[in-house]
């Protein structure tokens, strides 16, 4: 389990509202307001893309909004850095390859 | 487009501060800054600060930042978030990305504050999820309550280094080694030997050679290097890890200064726009403030936020310069005053031997991050008393006070200049009221009664961690290194606001390992392992 129950200074976190997102099709359960990458990182996920000519694997680097390696495609849209995006309720994330998100045959 | 008397491109610590100022002034000050919440870094410092007391010394970093902001909400400065400044042209004309869209400004006066962003170091694997910057491990578990990771290697013993380890730990993970390729630890040692008496082996002259994983970091690889940064062969070793955190330094964010035709230069501490005290740059009506100009820390990047914010008051004429020269004598004495003692940035790469009280300095806290016990007894905060008494184990000249303002009986003395060493007036009676030891952000201090029963002493030290030990708990009792030395009990547990979240938990331990004894384990914990 990633989420911190109880910090010994900053205390419990405040109660958020739970939404359902999918990442790739699969439901996932997150905190509503939080960046996509925080709710993605909770459930274990590490990898959010593929680069396009060597498919190495790239996941949150900077978490600032920076260095645009935790880029997916979401809501149809690619490379929208998911550590500075909030999450919503209902969200479509997908695992990005190069620039795009891999069609239902598995082809890029 | 729209005219504002100052435009501040920042939200944190130098950017808020010199609003403020300004706003106080009469300026009609307008904040942009790239992110979804103000603050700049403050929110992720849960550490208490170093300094002054009169400049916010132990208090949190994120308190701090809240302060801010309600001044300057009470100022009247407009704070835009979400709204990235792009452009700086001519006539301090500035164009702000804000949604989708690109606005048009027009400043009088112009403040950058854009602060600094993270280096990096590339090593084979260097790319693969898990590998993240020390300021992405401060976002998740400081910002989203999440921890980074469960087993962590942390490249890098500056402050950054070191603090970011210890909040890790205080998250719940695991720092397996703090490594650096240096030859000695880069921060202060205080922040060093909190987190080497909680066990975490420090690797000087060490650097990583390969993150390894397919998919993503299952485990790393690190190597000593000579004096010339040579990898020595066959110094191999391997740990199991799931994140690599990285501490290797900060730059400046200085293009849009370049951009608006700012004198600029190259230095080793990064490229950097020329300015004069007050933070003007070679273009009249622009000034900067904080780590934009020069890598600190954030206490004097409010010092310079507030001294710019008060210059840029004069330039349009809001005061005359008299008015600036009595606002601004006291913040440029704080300022003066920061940068003084072992780390102020004259002495940085120099090799430093001896206190500015002529005392050795310990050796052994630069090379493995705590001080031998052999060591401590020459300085001045280490004293043996009958009863109760405190014991400080701060070494290095830092500008910081705290603790000598905590002591209502005064026996802690630092006295006019704040980088000396605590020393402690063994006249006057200690206690036991233990605000010396929460004050202490170095985490230094203790109180120690060697006689405390027929054969035990009660030591009494900082806990920051969860859960707390309860009064009764047996367990282990940790020296300096971290090394467990012998069974502890805890007789006391004290929790108090004026603590602060720092807790106080006494232990009893065998009376001659009172001068060892600095951390106390669960009898759980030490199961676990």
Redesign the interface.
């Known amino acids: 389990m990633?989420?911190?129950d109880?910090?010994?200074?900053?205390g419990k976190?405040e109660e958020k509202r739970v939404v359902e997102f999918t990442l790739d099709g699969q439901i996932i359960m997150g905190f509503e307001g939080?960046?996509i990458a925080?709710a993605l990182?909770?459930a274990g996920v590490?990898?959010?893309r593929y680069t396009k000519k060597l498919h190495?694997?790239?996941?949150?680097?900077?978490?600032?909004?920076?260095c645009t390696?935790c880029v997916m495609v979401v809501d149809g849209k690619p490379n929208v850095r998911t550590?500075?995006t909030?999450l919503k309720a209902g969200m479509n994330v997908q695992t990005q390859f190069g620039v795009s998100a891999k069609t239902q045959t598995g082809e890029v | 487009m729209e005219r504002y008397d100052l435009i501040v491109a920042g939200a944190g610590p130098a950017g808020l501060s010199a609003a403020i100022e300004a706003a106080k002034r009469g300026l009609r000050v307008i904040v942009f800054d790239?992110?979804?919440k103000p603050g700049g870094q403050l929110f992720k410092q849960?550490h208490k600060f170093f300094g002054s007391k009169e400049d916010k010394a132990k208090i949190?970093g994120f308190k701090i930042g809240k302060d801010l902001l309600e001044e300057a909400n009470k100022c009247g400065v407009e704070v835009v978030l979400n709204a990235i400044v792009i452009g700086l042209y001519l006539d301090k004309e500035v164009t702000v990305k804000i949604g989708d869209g690109i606005q048009h400004f027009k400043g009088d006066t112009l403040i950058v504050a854009t602060g600094a962003?993270?280096n990096m170091v590339t090593f084979d694997g260097w790319?693969?999820?898990?590998?993240?910057?020390a300021?992405?491990a401060q976002?998740?578990?400081?910002l989203?309550?999440?921890?980074p990771g469960n087993r962590i290697l942390m490249l890098g013993s500056g402050n950054v280094g070191l603090v970011v380890s210890f909040q890790l730990m205080?998250?719940?993970c695991e720092v397996v080694a703090l490594v650096d390729a240096a030859p000695k630890v880069g921060g202060y040692g205080v922040h060093a030997s909190k987190i080497a008496r909680c066990g975490v082996p420090f690797y000087l002259s060490h650097t990583i050679i390969k993150a390894e994983g397919e998919?993503?970091v299952n485990g790393v690889i690190i190597g000593e290097v000579d004096s010339s940064w040579e990898m020595i062969s066959g110094t191999q070793k391997h740990f199991d890890v799931d994140t690599i955190c990285l501490a290797v330094g900060l730059s400046p964010m200085s293009q849009l200064l370049k951009m608006a035709g700012c004198h600029m230069k190259d230095t080793p501490g990064g490229y950097i726009p020329e300015c004069d005290e007050k933070g003007a740059t070679s273009v009249p009506g622009i000034f900067v403030a904080g780590d934009v100009s020069g890598i600190e820390e954030a206490s004097s990047a409010m010092i310079e936020g507030r001294i710019s914010g008060i210059a840029a008051a004069e330039y349009l004429g809001f005061i005359d310069k008299e008015e600036l020269k009595k606002s601004i004598e006291k913040q440029e004495k704080a300022l003066i005053s920061l940068r003084e003692g072992m780390f102020a940035p004259e002495n940085r790469g120099r090799s430093i031997k001896k206190t500015e009280e002529g005392i050795d300095v310990s050796i052994n806290l630069l090379k493995k991050g705590y001080i031998e016990e052999t060591e401590i007894e020459r300085f001045p905060g280490f004293t043996k008393c009958k009863g109760v008494h405190p014991v400080i184990e701060c070494t290095q000249n830092i500008p910081c006070n705290p603790c000598q303002e905590a002591c209502v009986k005064k026996c802690i003395k630092i006295g006019e200049k704040i980088t000396s060493l605590p020393a402690i007036d063994e006249t006057k009676e200690c206690i036991g009221c233990g605000m010396c030891v929460a004050s202490c952000s170095g985490q230094a201090i203790f109180l120690v009664n060697e006689e405390y029963e027929q054969g035990y002493a009660a030591i009494t030290l900082p806990y920051?961690?969860?859960p707390?030990p309860e009064v009764g708990s047996q367990g282990k009792a940790l020296d300096r290194s971290g090394k467990e030395i012998c069974a502890a009990k805890i007789i006391d547990v004290k929790t108090k606001k004026a603590f602060d979240?720092t807790h106080l938990i006494t232990m009893k331990v065998p009376a001659d390992m009172s001068r060892k004894a600095r951390f106390f384990v669960n009898s759980r914990r030490c199961e676990d392992e």
């Open positions: 990633m989420r911190i109880e910090h010994p200074i900053l976190q939080e960046p925080a990182k909770a590490m990898i959010h190495q694997p790239r996941g949150i680097f900077c978490a600032i909004g920076r390696d550590c500075v909030s | 790239e992110n979804e849960i949190r962003s993270e790319t693969l999820p898990g590998v993240i910057g300021g992405a976002t998740m578990m400081n989203h309550h999440l921890k205080q998250a719940g998919q993503f920051e961690f969860l707390l979240y």
